[in-house]
């Protein structure tokens, strides 16, 4: 197994990883690439990004790959755009996964744009709100828009073999996983209180404060998640 070199990394720089599931391969078969997921690495070894369970943080030492070609890092080469890429990639944290936004990446759309995410979107955005465009359209792009891009230059040496201990404490439990899943209930239970389509905890303040009725529900929702003594 294969780990990233975290001495190596720097806030701003992008990861393009693959798999061997049926969902990797179906992305990348669609793009015409070897890369089907976009991380942004955000400094002190994590990391952000959009799969499935929404937008959410991680630890860079439980990703693993069973091959180097798995990963690919990219570095911005106007590193003054990484921090407020950063910053924006934290404020979507909590946003909903949507596949058929990501579908619409290669279909196309009229329709307008869902308050959701998925992993080039989020990378592509981040870029965006920091004044960089990245790609053609940060919207609806792929994996392989961002690994096309100008923008970046490829890092080499970041890919090393992961040692026993490693590979333990990637395998071990996930504390990270599990503040994940109480921030997705909580976006859940306030979006049934609010009536909402809310999306992330900073837009959950800003109704909470115009709309003081409902912040004892709120209240008692965060409370009542474990998200307090997490």
Same mark, same amino acid.
Do not use: W
């Given at each position: 197994?294969?780990?990233?070199?975290?001495?190596?990394?720097?806030? =701003?720089?992008?990861?393009?990883?693959?798999?061997?599931?049926? @969902?990797?391969?179906?992305?990348?078969?669609?793009?015409?690439?070897?890369?089907?997921?976009?991380?942004?690495?955000?400094?002190?070894?994590?990391?952000?990004? *959009?799969?499935?369970?929404?937008?959410? *943080?991680?630890?860079?030492?439980?990703?693993?790959?069973?091959?180097?070609?798995?990963?690919?890092?990219?570095?911005? /080469?106007?590193? &003054?755009?990484?921090?407020?890429?950063?910053?924006?990639?934290?404020?979507?944290?909590?946003?909903?996964?949507?596949?058929?936004? +990501?579908?619409? &990446?290669?279909?196309?759309? /009229? /329709?307008?744009?869902?308050? /959701?995410?998925?992993? *080039?979107?989020?990378? %592509?955005?981040?870029?965006?709100?920091? =004044?960089?465009?990245?790609?053609?359209?940060?919207?609806?792009?792929?994996?392989?828009?961002?690994?096309?891009?100008? $923008? $970046?230059?490829?890092?080499?040496?970041?890919?090393?073999?992961?040692?026993? %201990?490693?590979?333990?404490?990637?395998?071990?439990?996930?504390?990270?996983?599990?503040? +994940?899943?109480? @921030?997705?209930?909580?976006?859940?239970?306030?979006?049934?209180?609010?009536?909402?389509?809310?999306?992330?905890?900073?837009?959950? &303040?800003?109704?909470?404060?115009?709309?003081? @009725?409902?912040?004892?529900?709120?209240?008692?929702?965060?409370?009542? *998640? =474990?998200?307090?003594?997490?």
């Amino acid at each position: 197994m294969y780990i990233l070199n975290m001495d190596n990394l720097q806030e =701003g720089d992008v990861l393009l990883t693959s798999e061997k599931s049926i @969902t990797s391969k179906g992305v990348r078969g669609a793009t015409l690439s070897g890369f089907s997921h976009a991380i942004l690495y955000v400094g002190d070894g994590s990391y952000i990004h *959009s799969d499935s369970n929404g937008v959410h *943080s991680a630890n860079i030492q439980r990703l693993l790959f069973d091959k180097q070609s798995r990963v690919k890092v990219l570095r911005p /080469k106007k590193q &003054t755009a990484a921090t407020k890429a950063s910053l924006y990639a934290r404020s979507e944290i909590g946003k909903g996964y949507s596949v058929k936004e +990501a579908v619409r &990446t290669k279909v196309g759309t /009229k /329709k307008k744009k869902e308050n /959701k995410q998925f992993c *080039s979107r989020l990378v %592509a955005e981040a870029f965006e709100h920091a =004044g960089e465009k990245i790609v053609e359209n940060p919207s609806y792009c792929a994996p392989n828009d961002i690994n096309k891009s100008s $923008f $970046f230059e490829e890092v080499s040496a970041v890919v090393r073999e992961a040692k026993e %201990a490693e590979m333990a404490f990637a395998r071990s439990f996930n504390p990270i996983q599990r503040q +994940a899943e109480i @921030t997705n209930s909580i976006l859940s239970k306030a979006r049934h209180i609010t009536k909402t389509n809310i999306q992330t905890l900073e837009e959950l &303040t800003l109704y909470v404060t115009s709309n003081p @009725t409902c912040a004892d529900s709120i209240v008692d929702v965060y409370e009542k *998640s =474990g998200y307090l003594t997490m």
